[in-house]
């Protein structure tokens, strides 16, 4: 087991540009989630993937997000045309497949600052 | 819609200290609800989960307890290495977890 894992864990971009980050799940969880984490407070969820299938995305992803899983291994979130209210911890979770609610396993984010 | 508070924001202790860490909540129809331990620069870190009333679990130094209306996280003589923001999160069968804003735990040695 080795964990979620994402890249790049830094990122530092001017207003306006583009940017894109990578999740790599523990292998065997079909479900990922995507959520966003300013400071002081706990994250707030953004998008859910069950394999490469987007169920879910929440009115805080305006149209300049998007997410994709191909093949329903990794996952990319890319961010266009970024402003400064888009700073912040960006944190990727997996978990498993089964029946019942089942605990969610996060990497340690990618956090971005837009200059 | 499900709401999540966590008290108190912050939180100083002695080493050997205990104390408790709340948790109350607001749901439709809770799931499960979820402790996790965060230090800084870093993700959440799973420590356990609650799925009815009346449910505790133990991890070391931490108990977590569940009731109809709120969680406790009981931290029993605490060490230094347990300084860090715990996070409280509900699942209401909607699928994303809600997190309150945790609480900052410093014990002092």
């Known amino acids: 087991d080795t964990g979620v894992s994402q890249n790049p864990r830094h990122k530092i971009t001017k207003r306006g540009q583009n940017v894109t980050f990578r999740c790599d799940p523990i292998s065997e969880h079909n479900r990922l989630y995507w959520y966003r984490q300013t400071l002081g407070q706990g994250p707030e969820f953004l998008t859910y993937?069950?394999?490469?299938?987007?169920?879910?995305k929440s009115r805080l992803l305006s149209d300049r997000f998007s997410a994709e899983r191909p093949k329903g291994s990794f996952s990319t979130l890319e961010i266009q045309r970024t402003e400064q209210g888009d700073s912040a911890m960006y944190l990727c979770?997996?978990?498993?497949?089964?029946?019942?609610?089942?605990?969610?396993?996060f990497g340690d984010g990618t956090r971005l600052s837009i200059l | 819609e499900d709401q999540v508070t966590q008290s108190p924001e912050a939180l100083r202790l002695q080493e050997g200290e205990s104390s408790s860490l709340n948790c109350s909540y607001t749901v439709s129809g809770l799931r499960g609800l979820f402790w996790y331990r965060q230090d800084p620069g870093k993700g959440p870190e799973f420590l356990f989960t609650l799925y009815s009333a009346g449910e505790e679990k133990e991890k070391e130094r931490l108990k977590a307890t569940l009731t109809k209306k709120e969680s406790f996280l009981h931290i029993t003589a605490p060490k230094p290495e347990d300084s860090a923001t715990y996070l409280c999160?509900?699942?209401?069968?909607?699928?994303?977890?809600?997190f309150g804003k945790g609480t900052r735990l410093s014990v002092i040695a």
């Open positions: 979770a997996s978990s498993p497949p089964g029946q019942g609610v089942k605990p969610q396993h």
């Open positions: 993937f069950q394999n490469e299938a987007q169920l879910e």
């Open positions: 999160a509900v699942n209401s069968g909607n699928t994303p977890l809600v």
